[in-house]
């Protein structure tokens, strides 16, 4: 239990910064919501699934890769830190270069002739992440947790800051007719929601000058070195392109498809492009309020990642890493219930109704993302055997479940199909990742315990909506919710605490 501790421990220092800053900057979707329109929203919700893709390609898995080889070896770490940055720093230079010269061509393919800009700042704000990664990694691997904190911090500050500032300052002032310097100098309605990208951009160059101090390059560069290195991480490379095809690409496709679709039934090309991007910005501003589960899954492999690889050689790790799995469980359905049970006060984080329409969604992407919890979970026997060819064939089988049901669905269902096919892919690559995990690098995980909870969280979700028609009596509403709430609790607690055991007593 204290190594156990250990980990909640830093889950929660090296995590709280991440959580903590993706739920300020969560907290922006009301003001999106409320500023722009729906079609503007999906012009935000587009690029920045373009970003989640080109990170984990300017990354190539050299974080992963990063985490292996300098836990194995305490004189290589230097070499090994040094290598990657190296080898990051090169590639991410290179990018921004190719961005910036073709910024033109890119931004007329994405249908965004009058706005080349987005394609340089975009380009700026993905090479520096990229770069900031590895320091980032360093300071997580040596447990630096003031300054991972206030690195992250000092970024979402800066970009709420600029937010708030150009957003609901210049723009709102503008808007209603308001005048001075300021707003004269710094403000242009022709940039519209450009000032939510020149946001990020600041913010991303204050985080990468931050991590400056940390970019030594103390250590020797070794071509033999990195192209070990290399050989481990690109399976993780397109673990990641997969992950950010189930994750992102749906909102990619619903615009091209829904495009053309109102397109073939006779609409103006301006008209279709508004109503597809509308349906985007539904959608995009309904999966924010799942975040809260994937901001904690975030947290949690920050700590996890490190914690799994220097416990490895622990003779009681496997045991370990299955009770790890019995309480992560536990949190994710925990958070699935308060966000469902009380999904009428959470829609308020957007706080424009023309959104609502889309919240039929978010159960299915919060049971998705418990998929995928797990999935991060199970999914370190890969990393910890060096097999991560096979991590690369789970991502890739999963994209093709995205891809499928996207493609064949999106003309009939729109966005209903691309929350389904998250919740196929994630279900599916959680549990090809275990059975592979099984044979190679077997751990006796509590899968009826795991079931039983995931199972009454499913049902009292269930038994909670006939309720959800009828809010017209909204202290027994609450009332109600609230109590399904308290059982899920009392179950967990009487089976944690008090010594039952489901294995033997109820499922046996």
């Not at 707003?183 to 000032?195: A, C, F, K, M, Q």
């Not at 890493?321 to 992560?328: K, L, Q």
């Not at 469980?329 to 006060?345: D, M």
């Not at 990393?383 to 789970?394: E, P, V």
């Amino acid at each position: 239990m204290s190594v156990i501790k250990k980990l909640a421990g830093q889950t929660a220092i090296y995590g709280s910064s991440s959580i903590i800053g993706r739920f300020l900057n969560f907290m922006l979707t009301p003001l999106y919501a409320l500023q722009f329109s729906n079609e503007q929203y999906g012009i935000i919700t587009e690029m920045y699934a373009y970003v989640a893709f080109l990170v984990v390609v300017l990354t190539y898995g050299m974080e992963t890769s990063y985490f292996r080889f300098s836990s194995q070896k305490d004189n290589l770490k230097k070499d090994v830190y040094s290598n990657t940055l190296y080898s990051l720093l090169t590639t991410s230079t290179f990018f921004i270069l190719i961005m910036s010269y073709f910024s033109p061509d890119i931004a007329s393919w994405l249908k965004y002739p009058n706005h080349s800009e987005y394609i340089i700042w975009f380009g700026m704000i993905v090479g520096l992440d990229a770069i900031s990664s590895i320091p980032l990694a360093k300071l997580r691997s040596e447990y630096k947790a003031k300054k991972f904190a206030l690195v992250n911090f000092a970024n979402v500050g800066v970009n709420i800051t600029l937010n708030l500032f150009f957003i609901l300052y210049c723009k709102s002032g503008y808007d209603s007719g308001e005048t001075n310097w300021i707003i004269d100098t710094l403000y242009s309605p022709e940039i519209g929601v450009g000032y939510v990208f020149i946001s990020n951009l600041i913010s991303s160059i204050v985080k990468f000058l931050l991590l400056v101090p940390e970019m030594n390059l103390k250590g020797h560069f070794d071509w033999t070195l990195l192209k070990k290195m290399l050989t481990y991480s690109y399976p993780m490379l397109f673990v990641g392109l997969a992950f950010v095809i189930n994750e992102t690409l749906d909102r990619a496709m619903l615009k091209d498809m829904l495009y053309n679709q109102y397109m073939d039934s006779g609409m103006s090309s301006v008209k279709s492009l508004e109503m597809a991007l509308s349906q985007n910005g539904i959608y995009g501003a309904n999966y924010k309020i799942t975040m809260i589960v994937t901001m904690f899954i975030q947290a949690f492999r920050y700590a996890s990642e490190p914690f799994f690889f220097n416990n490895e050689k622990n003779k009681n790790s496997k045991e370990i890493f299955a009770t790890i799995m019995n309480y992560f469980v536990i949190t994710l359905v925990f958070i699935f219930l308060i966000i469902t049970l009380y999904l009428q006060v959470f829609k308020y984080f957007i706080p424009n109704p023309a959104f609502w329409e889309g919240l039929k969604v978010v159960p299915i992407l919060l049971a998705a993302n418990i998929c995928l919890g797990i999935y991060t979970t199970v999914s370190m026997w890969y990393k910890l055997t060096k097999k991560t060819i096979y991590g690369a064939y789970i991502s890739i089988f999963g994209a093709l479940i995205t891809l499928t049901i996207n493609f064949i669905f999106i003309p009939n269902y729109g966005y209903l199909a691309s929350a389904y096919a998250t919740l196929a892919c994630y279900g599916a690559m959680m549990l090809l990742s275990y059975l592979l995990g099984q044979k190679f690098y077997p751990i006796k995980y509590d899968i009826k315990k795991i079931a039983l909870y995931v199972s009454l969280g499913a049902l009292l979700y269930i038994i909670s909506l006939p309720l959800l028609k009828n809010q017209e009596f909204q202290v027994t509403y609450y009332a109600y919710h609230t109590l399904l709430l308290l059982v899920f609790i009392a179950v967990v607690f009487f089976i944690e605490k008090r010594g039952f055991n489901p294995k033997n007593q109820l499922l046996s």
